[in-house]
């Protein structure tokens, strides 16, 4: 039994097919075939279904495909104590950003970082919270930044900052003459929200419903981007919350729509999660400076609360 012939198994696991899983391990399908065969002849069982299409695992192969990622895992843990041991930061590392998060952070950190750890193989890619849990546990990501608490038992997390709510209201709406929002000032009634499976449009809907009594769950209108519902509340459909950091890019002629809350305002965590198994620390170290570091620099000029969690 091989490391190689695992990581071949966990391949198949993943993809259900040989030659997906061949051309993710950059191998000839005839090499992982022989290689999984040689494997199961060893232990003397079947792993994979072949029979079906696509291939599944068998009763035991679901528990040898379990204890596999383990071990994986572990020989992966070795090289990362080597490479700390040498202060070495660099090699491939795999990262999930949630969408509210993806278009304002990673420009703000993406070409420092990379200048500053030019050996440091980044591959971002955008996700949704549940698919970075999911991600994590399979070991396909080395990290994420995601909007916390998760309260995973087996994610740790290391908060980066806090960002605060910011109200977006048009012109026609109830509360367009104020000058700062309360929280008890939000309906859900009136509120764009984000469409299910983003994480933000929970919080605005927890926001919303501690200081209502009756919350009506049937919404007006929901969206994929932020970007869209700041058109639709231009159109007169309602307000929107937005994350601080979006607020940023807004246009000078739409800034006055912008209502900030008064203290203390709502905000979110947002934080770097890794796995307990802490992989490639050295990276998330960095990573974490990184950002928490150019935040800090980015809104020095703004009367707002959105630093390191040493400030809350």
Known sequence: M????????????????????AEKCFVTQP?????????????????????????????VGRK?????????NEADRIQDI????????????????????????????????IKKYPKVKLKIEELTTDEILT????????????ATPLESENIKERVLYYEPFVAYIPDNHRLKDKKTI????????????????????????????????????????????IETLIKLSNEGMGMTLLPYLHTLDIKEKLSPHLKFFSEPSPAREVSIIYHKSELKMQIIDAMHDVISG????????????IISPKAK
């Open 64 to 72: 040898i495909v379990y204890q596999a990622r383990n071990i994986v």
């Open 294 to 305: 150019i935040i800090r620099g980015a809104i020095a000029f703004q009367n707002v609360e």
């Open 135 to 146: 991600r994590i546990s399979d070991g396909h990501l080395d990290a994420a930044i995601a």
């Open 82 to 113: 080597v490479d700390q041991q040498k202060g070495f930061i660099g090699g491939e590392f795999r990262l999930g950003i949630i969408p509210t998060v993806m278009p304002t952070l990673l420009p703000m950190f993406l070409k420092s970082f």
């Open 182 to 225: 309360e929280t008890s000032d939000l309906s859900i009634d009136d509120m764009l929200l984000l469409e299910d499976g983003h994480c933000f449009r929970d919080g605005v809907i927890n926001l919303c419903k501690t200081f209502k009594d009756q919350v009506d769950e049937t919404f007006q209108l929901e969206s994929g981007s």
């Open 2 to 21: 091989t490391i190689t012939q695992l990581k071949y198994a966990l391949a198949i696991a993943e993809h259900k097919n040989f030659t997906k899983a």
């Open 31 to 59: 090499t992982l075939s022989t290689q999984i065969q040689k494997l199961e002849d060893e232990l003397d069982i079947i792993i994979f279904d072949r029979g079906k299409k696509p291939i599944e695992l068998t009763e």
